[in-house]
């Protein structure tokens, strides 16, 4: 194979998240035909495609997918929305539901049991299987679309990424994972800002004002929280998109308009200075019958149907682990990476105590602003790195539930949550090849994995969230 040149095969598998593998065959110089291995990104197997070489390796190669030549027989949906294939979002509108959980499964179990090591030959640990999202689509809860424009000097966009694109923008109005009000509040604040000529905030030179649209909406409430995040260069009055917005005809309730102002050079929402144009910073939502002050950047699952059946789960698995060693009630629970406590107050009343540790002080604020809220008087939050905080709490854990970012834990945190010695821990993912490294640590540290199961969070995507068991081998 040479690098840039395009060839022809079939998708074979797909590896976790989007690897797939083509194969294909060359000549060699013997005049003997060989198999070739490209990895290319966003493939379904089955399907034959066309694609560029973009790197070169003996044993495997790298490539782009350029066009499907042929579908696969397993796509026998029409995709649900009109951007699919051109928008990075979505991978999997075209697979039926079913095989959409079969092929998660499918990749999450061979991550596993590729680092997988029983205590005693024939042992397995218990997979409790893939649990489906209660709603397919319309389910995220949080969006963050970019302006800019699909084309070089097009007009105004107002959306997501392109795929494999860092400048093109493609129009999300006809977004289908999100609640109709998203699109609604997006054509309004797009159809404004053309009106206006307001320019976009260009990332190579740096300049312009409009950056993105943070959109919260909770699935219960249906309240709604509208942030436009712009750059300093240019001083505007938002009083008429403001009444625009509060216009709308809305099924739920819009409670917040905020303007962020963005002044960093990364393409990253946050803020420098933020400032409420109507209402309040914040929405509330439910969960399992609690209630959770969400603000602009706090961490919440993403998809609040979905997370209820992710944090049964693990609920399941932390009760469980208690069948013969005792009731939870006596037990002191660290929640680490707790985000704005949700699985802490979930297990609070049925716990001794809980102690939250999360990096983000603002969602550190709402954990604690939300326990009080919900009559929660057992739950202890703190605001700081894993790694450096853990040393200075004087309680010492019964039990650990670890629900890290995307990356999972580092190293040497993980080594000290290791040192604690707890006999059970429970690990909720959402990248399972970050589970699987830090499960080896587990296991050369003298744990082992006793239950799984994955949860479609994400449909229609690549994603997937796991819970595992993990614990203390007794000898």
């Known amino acids: 194979m040479k690098k840039g040149q395009i060839y022809e095969g079939f998708i074979e598998e797909v590896d976790f998240p989007n690897k797939a593998l083509v194969i294909t065959e060359e000549e060699g110089a013997d005049g003997e035909k060989r198999k070739v291995s490209t990895i290319v990104k966003d493939g379904i197997a089955g399907q034959k495609v066309s694609f560029s070489v973009n790197k070169v390796r003996k044993d495997k190669c790298q490539g782009r997918i350029q066009e499907v030549l042929e579908k696969s027989p397993l796509e026998t ?3 649900a929305c009109p951007q699919f294939g051109m ?5 999997y509108q075209t697979l039926p539901y079913k095989e959409q959980l079969k092929l998660k499964k499918a990749q999450v179990l061979k991550l596993i049991d590729s680092v997988y090591r029983p205590s005693s030959e024939g042992e397995r640990y218990i997979y409790d299987g893939i649990l489906p999202a209660p709603e397919v689509l319309r389910y995220r809860n949080k969006m963050e679309f970019s302006f800019g424009d699909e084309v070089k000097d097009g007009p105004l966009t107002l959306g997501l ?5 860092f400048h093109d923008i ?19 604040v797009r159809d404004y800002c053309r009106e206006e000529g307001i320019s976009y905030y260009k990332k190579n030179t740096h300049q312009g004002v409009l950056r993105h649209l943070l959109v919260r909406r909770a699935a219960y409430t249906g309240e709604l929280l509208v942030a436009l995040v712009v750059s300093s260069q240019q001083i505007l009055d938002w009083g008429p998109l403001a009444e625009r917005l509060k216009g709308l005809s809305l099924e739920g309730d819009l409670c917040g ?14 803020s420098d200075k933020t400032e409420i144009l109507y209402g309040r910073d914040y929405i509330m939502e439910e969960v399992l019958g609690l209630r959770f002050k969400i603000s602009p950047f706090s961490f919440f699952q993403t998809n609040t149907k979905g997370a209820e059946v992710l944090y049964q789960r693990a609920r399941e698995y932390v009760l469980g682990s ?3 060693t005792g009731a939870l009630k006596n037990q002191v629970v660290f929640d680490l990476y707790c985000g704005t406590g949700t699985i802490s107050q979930i297990i609070a009343p049925v716990a001794k105590k809980v102690i939250g540790v999360e990096i983000v002080a603002e969602a550190v604020e709402a954990a604690k602003e939300n326990a009080r809220a919900n009559g929660l008087e057992n739950c202890e939050f703190i605001a700081g790195d894993v790694l450096k905080v853990i040393d200075d709490i004087p309680d010492k854990p019964d039990f650990i539930i670890l629900d890290p970012p995307r990356d999972g834990i580092h190293p040497k945190a993980l080594r000290k949550i290791i040192d604690y010695g707890v006999e059970n821990i429970v690990y909720i993912s959402c990248k399972p090849t970050s589970l699987v490294r830090d499960l080896e640590v587990f296991q050369e540290c003298g744990y082992e994995l006793v239950r799984l ?18 614990q203390r081998k007794h000898i």
């Open 77 to 79: 949906e029409e995709p």
């Open 87 to 91: 928008c990075g979002g979505c991978s």
């Open 161 to 165: 990424h392109k795929k494999g694109s």
């Open 170 to 188: 493609l129009d999300a109005g006809c977004c289908k994972i999100v609640h109709k009000d998203f699109t609604d509040v997006l054509s309004c």
């Open 257 to 270: 308009f905020l303007l962020i102002t963005n002044d960093s050079l990364g393409d990253v929402v946050q």
């Open 322 to 324: 208690f069948a013969e």
């Open 453 to 470: 199961s994955n949860v479609d969070v994400f449909p229609g995507t690549v994603h997937t969230e796991c819970v595992v068991g993990i």
